[in-house]
């Protein structure tokens, strides 16, 4: 793996280290584009249950001589595929840990001590694996997820600042920022499947976070802003109202506005069958629309949700690129006041005007296509439609996150929140239950973090005091009793005997689990008096607290 001139000057300019030579080789292809048809033929006969397994496998020898093998072999009598994978890859399996969560211990001690587990050392990649080097120590989520994923670690980087590893935030800083040099984006994670994606732009977000700890000046990282807003902007000055390109759409006034993308439409590799099957469920609609309407929802991180949907109940009617997103929309706002401020203190006054005035046009064409008066809320918007879309969803906190809602609005939108988004166990993702794991009855962490600041910022802290202890006990009831954090809960009741983690979706629930440890771990910090503080694996959850 190489990089470009302009990459090692960046890296070096910012403290880096440009060399991942400590890393063991990358494979540069994705492992459909480097098996082909063994690729092929293990996801769609089953080998592994989960389709994620085989695109993090380990060669046990290069790639090329698997091909090879594979070719020569297949056609022989007695063939045996699952015996041939066995035979040339292995499982990728996580690093091994001692660590043994003391039960008597409290949540702050838990998630401190978790951390290290979580953590993952560039030296120990192995050789020509899908994973893509990093120059350093990086956390992971955990579970079935044994890479760096990008909005996720935002979340994450909230708990490791209130647990004082700021070593571990200047290495996610730096990988972040050699990942903007290497390949002119962050990808959705460190994967060579991953590549043709992003996901939420949280890069301006982590580098404010970086500043107000004292990790890292955020001036520092203003050439990597602007080459990420790149990016998210590529094409723009050649679209028409009505047009779309990559992800940027132009709206009927002229407007520019943003949508997830990805590169490519063909089916996930880590969902290869799950896809495969998905598009069968829409006969009317080309398989690669359907597919890259997939991988775009991925790009979101609501992977998936009746959000992205035209029939709630059939994923194949997925329209992610037809949707204006709310959420997106506004991390891009959040960038580019950044890359305006950062560009005032470096003296380039043009920059500074140039992106103040494009957050400001941002701002204005939001509040005309995506705010619903009648709703009280900013929804997703159907360009391809030119109509809202009719699902209301936790994305309408966002624009109070990041400071772009008025204060009318954000008045508005807290109402509407109260009155039909909170749940007995913390902030529903949608009003609509289904199959999804973005749909009630679930709630995840990073969703509960941004309507609690951005409710907060805007003085509703009535509102985000009670969602943050909803929340709490939520998460603390399901610790008392497991012993555990995971990726998702379920929000259906503040009974604490019957707190559990989230269902539905492509996978099992997962343990682990970094946002989640991340948002917590914050909460705990903002909120002392809560009695999750008091909760341990060996004593019985708390209720919900009165206030």
Request: aromatic share 10%; charged share 25%.
């Given at each position: 793996?190489?990089?470009?001139?302009?990459?090692?000057?960046?890296?070096?300019?910012?403290?880096?280290?440009?060399?991942?030579?400590?890393?063991?080789?990358?494979?540069v292809?994705?492992p459909?584009?480097?098996?082909?048809?063994l690729?092929?033929?293990?996801?769609?006969?089953?080998?592994?249950?989960?389709?994620?397994?085989?695109?993090?496998c380990?060669?046990?020898?290069?790639?090329?001589?698997?091909?090879?093998?594979?070719?020569?072999?297949?056609?022989?009598?007695?063939?045996?595929?699952?015996?041939?994978?066995?035979?040339?890859?292995?499982?990728?399996?996580?690093?091994?840990s001692?660590?043994?969560?003391?039960?008597?211990?409290?949540?702050?001690?838990?998630?401190?001590?978790?951390?290290?587990?979580?953590?993952?050392?560039?030296?120990?990649?192995?050789?020509?694996?899908?994973?893509?080097?990093?120059?350093?120590?990086?956390?992971?989520?955990?579970?079935?997820?044994?890479?760096?994923?990008?909005?996720d670690?935002?979340?994450?980087?909230?708990?490791?600042?209130?647990?004082?590893?700021?070593?571990?935030?200047?290495?996610?800083?730096?990988?972040?920022?050699?990942?903007?040099?290497?390949?002119?984006?962050?990808?959705?994670?460190?994967?060579?499947?991953?590549?043709?994606?992003?996901?939420?732009?949280?890069?301006?977000?982590?580098?404010?976070?970086?500043?107000?700890?004292?990790?890292?000046?955020?001036?520092?990282?203003?050439?990597?802003?602007?080459?990420?807003?790149?990016?998210w902007?590529?094409?723009?000055?050649?679209?028409?109202?009505?047009?779309?390109?990559?992800?940027?759409v132009?709206?009927?006034d002229?407007?520019?506005?943003?949508?997830?993308?990805?590169?490519?439409?063909?089916?996930?590799?880590?969902?290869?069958?799950?896809?495969?099957?998905t598009?069968?469920?829409?006969?009317?609609?080309?398989?690669?629309?359907?597919?890259?309407?997939?991988?775009?929802?991925?790009?979101?991180?609501?992977?998936?949700?009746?959000?992205?949907?035209?029939?709630?109940n059939?994923?194949?009617?997925?329209?992610?690129?037809?949707?204006?997103?709310?959420?997106?929309?506004?991390?891009?706002?959040?960038?580019?006041?950044?890359?305006?401020?950062?560009?005032?203190?470096?003296?380039?006054?043009?920059?500074?005007?140039?992106?103040?005035?494009?957050?400001?046009?941002?701002r204005?064409?939001?509040?005309?296509?995506?705010?619903?008066?009648?709703?009280?809320?900013?929804?997703?918007?159907?360009?391809?439609g030119?109509?809202?879309?009719?699902r209301?969803?936790?994305?309408?906190?966002?624009?109070?996150?990041?400071?772009?809602?008025?204060?009318?609005?954000?008045?508005?939108?807290?109402?509407?929140?109260?009155?039909?988004?909170?749940a007995?166990?913390?902030?529903?993702?949608?009003?609509?239950?289904?199959?999804?794991?973005?749909?009630?009855?679930?709630?995840?962490?990073?969703?509960?973090?941004?309507?609690?600041?951005?409710?907060?910022q805007?003085?509703?802290?009535?509102l985000?005091?009670?969602?943050?202890?909803?929340?709490?006990?939520?998460?603390?009831?399901?610790?008392?009793?497991?012993?555990?954090?995971?990726?998702?809960?379920?929000?259906?009741?503040?009974?604490?005997?019957?707190?559990?983690?989230g269902?539905?979706?492509?996978?099992?629930?997962?343990?682990?689990?970094?946002?989640?440890?991340?948002?917590?771990r914050?909460?705990?910090?903002?909120?002392?008096?809560?009695?999750?503080?008091?909760?341990?694996?060996?004593?019985?959850?708390?209720?919900?607290?009165?206030?």
């Amino acid at each position: 793996m190489t990089m470009t001139d302009a990459a090692q000057r960046s890296l070096a300019a910012g403290g880096m280290t440009p060399d991942v030579a400590h890393c063991a080789p990358s494979d540069v292809l994705t492992p459909a584009d480097r098996y082909q048809q063994l690729f092929v033929d293990v996801q769609t006969q089953r080998v592994f249950p989960d389709s994620k397994t085989f695109v993090d496998c380990v060669p046990t020898r290069p790639p090329a001589e698997i091909l090879r093998r594979y070719r020569e072999d297949v056609a022989k009598p007695g063939f045996d595929l699952a015996r041939f994978v066995a035979s040339h890859f292995t499982l990728e399996r996580p690093p091994a840990s001692h660590y043994l969560s003391d039960p008597g211990q409290g949540l702050v001690d838990h998630i401190d001590g978790l951390w290290d587990v979580l953590t993952r050392l560039p030296e120990a990649h192995p050789a020509y694996s899908s994973l893509l080097p990093l120059p350093r120590p990086y956390v992971v989520p955990g579970g079935r997820f044994h890479e760096l994923y990008y909005w996720d670690s935002y979340f994450t980087m909230l708990g490791l600042a209130c647990s004082n590893r700021h070593d571990l935030l200047r290495s996610m800083a730096d990988n972040f920022s050699f990942l903007i040099d290497t390949y002119g984006h962050v990808p959705n994670g460190n994967r060579t499947y991953y590549l043709s994606r992003s996901q939420p732009p949280m890069y301006g977000l982590m580098v404010a976070l970086f500043e107000s700890h004292g990790v890292a000046r955020a001036i520092q990282y203003l050439p990597h802003l602007r080459r990420e807003y790149d990016f998210w902007m590529d094409g723009e000055a050649s679209l028409a109202p009505g047009e779309a390109y990559r992800h940027v759409v132009c709206m009927p006034d002229g407007s520019r506005l943003n949508r997830y993308w990805d590169e490519r439409d063909t089916p996930r590799e880590e969902g290869y069958l799950e896809d495969v099957n998905t598009a069968r469920q829409a006969p009317n609609r080309r398989a690669g629309e359907v597919y890259r309407d997939l991988r775009a929802g991925a790009a979101s991180g609501w992977d998936f949700s009746s959000r992205w949907l035209d029939d709630v109940n059939n994923l194949g009617s997925i329209r992610t690129t037809a949707c204006v997103p709310v959420d997106l929309n506004s991390f891009l706002f959040a960038s580019e006041r950044q890359i305006a401020t950062l560009s005032k203190a470096t003296g380039d006054s043009d920059a500074a005007q140039a992106f103040a005035t494009r957050a400001q046009a941002r701002r204005e064409a939001m509040s005309r296509y995506l705010w619903c008066d009648d709703e009280g809320a900013f929804l997703d918007y159907d360009w391809q439609g030119g109509e809202p879309r009719p699902r209301l969803s936790a994305a309408l906190a966002t624009p109070l996150f990041v400071g772009l809602a008025s204060r009318e609005q954000a008045r508005r939108s807290a109402q509407t929140i109260s009155d039909r988004l909170v749940a007995p166990g913390g902030l529903r993702t949608t009003q609509t239950s289904g199959l999804q794991q973005w749909d009630p009855p679930n709630g995840w962490a990073p969703l509960q973090w941004i309507a609690i600041d951005g409710l907060r910022q805007y003085g509703e802290h009535r509102l985000a005091s009670d969602i943050a202890h909803r929340w709490l006990s939520t998460v603390s009831a399901l610790y008392a009793r497991e012993n555990k954090l995971v990726e998702k809960y379920s929000l259906h009741t503040s009974d604490e005997m019957c707190a559990s983690g989230g269902g539905g979706g492509e996978y099992p629930l997962q343990d682990g689990f970094g946002w989640t440890n991340g948002v917590v771990r914050r909460l705990l910090g903002d909120y002392p008096e809560h009695l999750a503080h008091q909760v341990t694996a060996q004593g019985r959850a708390p209720g919900r607290v009165r206030r």
